[in-house]
């Protein structure tokens, strides 16, 4: 028998969270609820979560700096946040510190329940164990792993490395990646990728893409300070450069 796959639902207000939790237990899940920052956090030390659905507007701190100490200390497993504030600049900032989806109340519960279930299907393959050896070798359904240097990043199972060393990535660094690596050697403007990566059209911040590119530098660079792949275009965005030809999705 399968196990009820884990969800930590962070939410304080009382008649909100006690529907949800109860729609989510319906849907199979085995849910546990915390309405402070403080619980969720212990509920984190002592159990695995395969999503995490944390409210944005907590009692003792907001939910961006919890998520990004979640990210800060190695904990990648996969968050959709809630939030009363439909500003794009909210929902940038939540992108910004490692969320993986982002939905504003009030909201549809069918459409919750649909984006909670891609979130996990992500995380599913995140958790294939199979090594690359044992793959069918005629399987046309898979995608190419990208590889660049001593980088590869299977964008299907959710797996990153550099070297023999484990490269935790977020959803959107999997499609940023994908992106560059899609259009090797091409010019990519910051507001091309905001348009394809985030889903942003017309947004006039374009920082978070640049926060972005410093990450992956610092993943995969030989030296971030003096990037190789991830060159920077002046006045113009960016482009993906390999010396050799990269294995592309």
């Not at 660094?173 to 560059?180: A, K």
């Amino acid at each position: 028998m399968t196990a009820s796959p884990r969800l930590l639902l962070v939410e304080d207000e009382q008649h909100l969270a006690a529907g949800l939790k109860l729609n989510f237990e319906l849907e199979g899940y085995a849910v546990d609820l915390a309405s402070t920052a403080r619980r969720a956090a212990e509920l984190l030390l002592g159990a695995r979560y395969d999503v995490i659905v944390l409210d944005v507007m907590l009692p003792d701190t907001d939910g961006f700096e919890l998520c990004k100490k979640l990210r800060e200390g190695g904990n990648f497993s996969p968050v959709l946040m809630l939030t009363a504030r439909d500003a794009t600049d909210d929902r940038v900032r939540g992108l910004e510190v490692g969320a993986d989806d982002y939905l504003v109340k009030p909201f549809e519960l069918s459409e919750l329940l649909a984006r909670v279930r891609s979130l996990l299907r992500r995380r599913s393959w995140e958790r294939e164990q199979r090594p690359p050896q044992e793959r069918p070798a005629q399987d046309t359904t898979s995608v190419a792993p990208i590889r660049f240097g001593d980088a590869v990043i299977d964008v299907e199972r959710g797996e990153a490395r550099k070297g023999d060393q484990e490269v935790k990535l977020t959803r959107l660094e999997f499609d940023l990646v994908r992106y560059f690596a899609a259009n090797p050697g091409r010019v990519l403007s910051r507001q091309e990728l905001q348009e394809q990566v985030w889903k942003l059209a017309n947004y006039p911040n374009t920082r978070m893409v640049d926060n972005f590119i410093m990450r992956l530098r610092r993943h995969f660079e030989p030296d971030p300070v003096n990037p190789v792949y991830f060159v920077s275009v002046r006045g113009t965005g960016y482009k993906f450069v390999v010396p050799s030809p990269v294995t592309k999705p």
